[in-house]
């Protein structure tokens, strides 16, 4: 056995030799050893659905890469594509808050792998549900004449569920509409939209509800005087000179066919007693059902009260004007009163501009003969005072006058 084994020795040596030769020839020049390096790889965030169950959710939308490094023969290396280097961070385990989580990296062909970094950090969050009030913003506007009414929603409050940054950043839920000269009223389901303070959408949290169904009344505009329901008694001696609304017309809104009949409309029922000084005063309007004020819901009533005064003047026999005297007859001056006091009796206003001088007695003694007459003399006070004056009473009332011949 030996002797065979002996036999061709160093022709089989030269044989291993030369097969050992043509070996490192292949690997070092036909099929080197290489390393090849893929950046950027994604990492696949794996079992979220897991952790889902329990509560917790990925803050953020994490997107983390790692560097691969592939060393082995370059054809098996070479054969290795960049979608066949999967790298996966499992979350299943973890708790709320920062975690630091290994990365897993699978790689066919039996290369050696090394990868950078090891370590992922992933923040989770807590999942809440919160109700938020729905929002409409509408766009555009009603036809002339015409203006929008409250919008009515339903549902006006909806749930969104999320991660609690992104629930607690939402400051509405919107819904948007748009519209053109519009004249009758709308029904419409809108979709609905997560916003913070920005206006800009948060899509992270999810609106439970998709839509909502909204109705806007489309009201007419028509504007109509307003009457004065007012009940006023003054203290004593004083009277209210005027009563001013302000305005005297006012614009309302409702459905046409309500406004159809309404031309005018009137205050609230105002009472007012022993009323002695001017008052301003805001009084609401009484709406018909169905119908409210276009920007305003009240008026202002100005009411101007004066004192009544008595004031007595005196007017001078010298100042008396005698009318109608026969051209025949002469008026014995001495039996004219000396003087004559008129009484007035009006609005504070009216006294302070009465000027005595502008009072006038008249004696009418027209178809009067010769003799004793008793005449009931005749105030005239200035034209643009006479329908001011409550009364006005003359002492005396009459007196006896003599009338004789001419010579």
Do not use: C
Request: negative net charge.
């Amino acid at each position: 056995m030996t002797k065979l084994m002996n036999r061709n020795l160093a022709a089989k040596l030269v044989a291993v030799f030369f097969a050992m030769i043509l070996w490192l020839y292949v690997m070092s020049v036909i099929n080197p050893r290489v390393t090849s390096e893929q950046l950027n790889i994604p990492v696949q965030l794996v079992n979220e659905s897991v952790i889902r169950q329990s509560g917790l959710v990925v803050f953020g939308q994490p997107e983390p890469t790692i560097r691969v490094r592939l060393t082995g023969n370059r054809d098996q290396v070479h054969r290795i594509s960049r979608e066949q280097i999967e790298a996966r961070l499992d979350l299943r385990g973890y708790t709320e808050g920062v975690n630091s989580i290994p990365i897993e990296v699978n790689v066919p062909g039996g290369v050696e792998v090394d990868w950078s970094p090891k370590f992922a950090t992933i923040e989770l969050e807590r999942i809440i549900s919160r109700q938020k009030e729905v929002s409409v913003e509408i766009e555009g506007q009603a036809a002339s004449g015409y203006v929008l009414g409250e919008p009515e929603l339903r549902p006006s409050l909806v749930w969104i569920e999320g991660p609690e940054s992104y629930v607690n950043s939402v400051e509405r839920v919107l819904a948007q509409l748009t519209l053109e000269d519009q004249q009758e009223n709308l029904s419409v389901s809108l979709p609905l939209r997560a916003v913070n303070s920005r206006g800009e959408e948060v899509n992270q949290v999810d609106v439970r509800s998709t839509s909502v169904d909204l109705f806007v009344a489309v009201d007419q505009l028509k504007s109509v005087a307003v009457d004065m329901n007012l009940d006023i008694e003054t203290a004593e001696n004083y009277q209210v000179v005027s009563t001013v609304i302000e305005p005297i017309n006012v614009t309302i809104q409702g459905q046409a066919g309500l406004l159809s009949g309404i031309n005018r409309i009137s205050t609230e029922s105002l009472v007012l007693e022993e009323l002695s000084e001017s008052q301003e005063i805001e009084v609401f309007l009484a709406f018909p059902e169905g119908v409210r004020g276009f920007e305003r819901q009240s008026v202002i009533v100005r009411i101007n009260v004066e004192e009544v005064l008595e004031e007595t003047y005196v007017v001078q026999r010298e100042s008396y004007r005698i009318m109608n005297l026969s051209a025949d007859l002469v008026l014995e001056q001495e039996t004219l009163p000396e003087r004559m006091e008129i009484t007035v009796r009006a609005l504070e206003s009216i006294i302070e501009n009465l000027d005595p001088r502008t009072i006038q007695v008249y004696v009418d003694l027209d178809d009067l003969e010769a003799g004793i007459h008793l005449i009931e003399p005749d105030v005239r006070l200035p034209m643009n005072m006479e329908m001011s004056i409550a009364t006005t009473a003359i002492s005396p009332e009459s007196f006896s006058v003599e009338l004789t011949p001419r010579e």
